[in-house]
């Protein structure tokens, strides 16, 4: 059985788990992740289907009553400088400023 690949943006801190790209500005939120909450997060997915230098990625992790979850993600352009609400153009085919992320990253 195979293992999925560890999110680059997880770390380790005296035996618990954090996420590296978390926003933690609202009275809500955390950077502590678990199990659950890394397998639904999209970002990996958003990374691997657009796998370019100039996205930019964040995460919401809400902890409320016990229960910690991914409820926003944001992607934007290093670039334009710009929020980025639908990627369909973040590919080589529509955008002149992507540069392919060195997959092993």
């Known amino acids: 059985m195979s293992r999925p690949k560890p999110c680059r943006y997880r770390y380790l801190e005296k035996g618990r788990s954090f996420c590296e790209i978390a926003i933690t500005e609202r009275k809500y939120t955390t950077n502590e992740v678990t199990p659950q909450v890394c397998r639904d997060c999209q970002i990996p997915q958003i990374l691997e289907d657009h796998p370019c230098v100039h996205l930019d990625v964040g995460v919401e992790i809400d902890q409320f009553q016990g229960r910690t979850e991914v409820s926003t993600f944001y992607t934007a352009c290093k670039v334009?400088?710009?929020?980025?609400?639908?990627?369909?153009?973040?590919?080589?085919?529509?955008?002149?400023?992507?540069?392919?992320r060195d997959p092993d990253e």
């Open 80 to 100: 334009t400088r710009e929020r980025l609400t639908v990627l369909d153009a973040c590919n080589p085919e529509h955008c002149p400023y992507f540069e392919a």
